[in-house]
Nanobody, 124 residues
Framework: QVQLVESGGGLVQAGGSLRLSCAAS????????MGWFRQAPGKEREFVAA????????LYADSVKGRFTISRDNAKNTVYLQINSLKPEDTAVYYC?????????????????WGQGTQVTVSS
């Protein structure tokens, strides 16, 4: 089992940047594929980005390609989401999640563990 704690959210102006972090407990972090999802008020939780166990494979939602970068440091049990060129429509609670699946997935149902989320608010 793994516990996930997100940090790094906040209020930022459009065009700004943030780096979200997700710290994982446990000694098996490197065995999990990791993902970031977000949920805006009144909307369903949506996929943002995912990274494979070793970091060689990354996936992004079309809406964030070129602006968001997911990375991980297995020595620090941490996954990151660098967010650049923020837009008001990026406002949401951002969640990190861990998956035991071998293949990197983009659907919430394929993730086994979730953090509590960190709020990102982008002002126009």
């Amino acid at each position: 089992q793994v516990q996930l704690v997100e940090s790094g959210g906040g209020l930022v102006q459009a065009g700004g940047s943030l780096r979200l972090s997700c710290a994982a407990s446990g000694r098996t972090f490197s065995s999990y594929a990791m993902g970031w999802f977000r949920q805006a008020p009144g909307k369903e939780r949506e996929f943002v980005a995912a990274i494979s166990q070793g970091g060689a494979t990354t996936l992004y939602a079309d809406s964030v390609k070129g602006r968001f970068t997911i990375s991980r440091d297995n020595a620090k049990n941490t996954v990151y989401l660098q967010i650049n060129s923020l837009k008001p429509e990026d406002t949401a609670v951002y969640y990190c999640a861990a998956s035991v699946a071998i293949v990197v997935r983009t659907t919430t149902s394929r993730y086994d563990y979730w953090g509590q989320g960190t709020q990102v608010t982008v002002s126009s």
